[in-house]
């Protein structure tokens, strides 16, 4: 079965530097994508960044990065210049090509100190 | 609409009730998908529809769950009889197709059973 996990429940960075926040996963897939979700108090989840396992060059969405290590299973996330609105709750999810169900991690709580 | 839309926001209800949770997805997304998000938890897959396709439920908790979506639009998650572990917050996502597209979220409806 596949399962998401993220070891940092909580993080905090302070406003302007860079943070990392890190996802493993585990299936025997060769074949997947995988994403990272932000949900602000305000609940409503919306989609970071996503990669595609067949791609070897890791995504990037302006001050969001990811580090894609597929043998190791690994995809982190990286906010640059963080922002006071970067602060909520960050999902890593994983979805099996041509399969319907994203599995999610336990999230990682993110605060920006001004 | 503009995005996923789901009602009621917050529901408090007496253990042994039957409650409804509304989700109307984004006009012309196919695919529609239920999780639950309890405290500190991550998102456990529900449900999932695709157009006229038989959904697949294999994420419902017990039979005391179930959900339908009349006409590929609005869905309905029925609880019955809930009881306090269904406490937690009901999410809806809609998505234009169901392969990697990103999901859409709705805001979620927060559920206490007293």
């Known amino acids: 079965a596949q399962t998401v996990t993220q070891s940092q429940p909580e993080m905090s960075v302070q406003e302007a530097e860079t943070v990392t926040l890190s996802c493993t996963y585990d299936?025997?897939?060769?074949?997947?994508?995988l994403f990272w979700y932000k949900q602000p108090p305000s609940r409503q989840m919306i989609l970071v960044i996503r990669?595609?396992?067949?791609?070897?060059q890791n995504a990037t969405e302006n001050r969001f990065s990811v580090n894609f290590q597929k043998a190791a299973k690994s995809f982190s996330l990286k906010i640059s210049d963080s922002q006071l609105g970067d602060a909520a709750m960050y999902f890593c999810?994983?979805?099996?090509?041509?399969?319907?169900?994203?599995?999610f991690g336990s999230g990682t709580k993110l605060n920006v100190k001004p | 609409g503009a995005g996923v839309s789901q009602s009621p926001s917050n529901k408090v209800t007496e253990k042994g009730k039957d409650v409804e949770l509304r989700c109307d997805p984004i006009s012309g997304h196919t695919a529609l998908y239920w999780y639950r998000q309890s405290l500190g938890q991550g998102l456990e897959f529900l449900i999932y529809?695709?157009?006229?396709?038989?959904?697949?439920k294999s994420g419902l908790p017990s039979d005391r769950f179930s959900a339908e979506r009349t006409g590929g639009s609005v869905s309905t998650l029925t609880i019955q009889r809930t009881q306090q572990e269904d406490s937690a917050v009901y999410l809806c996502?809609?998505?234009?197709?169901?392969?990697?597209?990103?999901?859409?979220f709705g805001s979620g409806t927060q559920l206490s059973v007293l």
């Open positions: 529809f695709q157009g006229n396709s038989a959904p697949d």
């Open positions: 299936t025997s897939e060769s074949d997947y994508y």
């Open positions: 990669q595609e396992a067949y791609k070897q």
């Open positions: 999810a994983y979805r099996r090509y041509n399969f319907n169900k994203f599995y």
């Open positions: 996502a809609s998505s234009l197709r169901g392969s990697y597209e990103k999901l859409f």
